[in-house]
């Protein structure tokens, strides 16, 4: 089982400012087959990127991802006031299981 | 616009049965391109997958949950379902169901992001 490891556990920053997320795997992620998603509370996770760098359907561009291997980061280069949640990534490219990282909640300064 | 919906009790007695539904609106569960998937989230923690099914009927579950767990799809109502047995405490969380991808390259076949999900149902384990 793949293990990912988010950090860090909360970033605080403010409107305006960019956040930098990691997202690290015990082991290496086939094919770049990690993505990530916002959670705001009390509503269902949304897909944000997959294939550790496509955005999904209507995600704005300020939202991007990178990464290969063990390593993937989630950049949100402006961060806007409805940013402010929490953000798991997810591998898919191994056998079952898929994982989901702790989280990182990103929270204004 | 495909929509998941879960649906089931909302209370559980320790030591019985959760089951819960997902329906399907907005495209077919028979589809051959897509996975179904059960998803829970205990309050204040992170997410964790419980398991998923195609339309063929073919299963893949947690091994942390795979002795309790049982998916289950009917195409014929455009839904598919999750038991749980032997519940405590400890399964007390919200539910979600949400749909994957099945993409396949070069004589191997993955199943992707989740890419839509229900809104998620709580389901509480009372002793």
Known sequence: EIVLTQSPGTLSLSPGERATLSCRASQSVSSSYLAWYQQKTAQAPRLLIYGASSRATGIPDRFSGSGSGTDFTLTISRLEPEDFAVYYCQQYGSSPPVTFGGGTTVEIK | ?127
């Open chain 2, 1 to 127: 616009q495909v929509q998941l919906q879960e649906s089931g009790p909302g209370l559980v007695k320790s030591s019985q049965t959760l089951s819960l539904t997902c329906t399907v609106s907005g495209g077919s569960i028979s589809s051959v391109s897509y996975y179904w998937s059960w998803i829970r989230q205990p309050a204040g923690k992170g997410l964790e997958w419980i398991g998923r099914i195609y339309t063929s009927g073919s299963t893949n579950y947690n091994p942390s949950l795979k002795s309790r767990v049982t998916i289950s799809v009917d195409t014929s109502k455009n839904q598919f379902s999750l038991k749980l047995n032997s519940v405590t405490a400890a399964d007390t969380a919200v539910y979600y169901c949400a749909r994957s991808q099945k993409y396949c390259s070069g004589g191997t076949c993955y199943v992707t992001h989740f890419d839509y999900w229900g809104q998620g149902t709580l389901v509480t384990v009372s002793s």
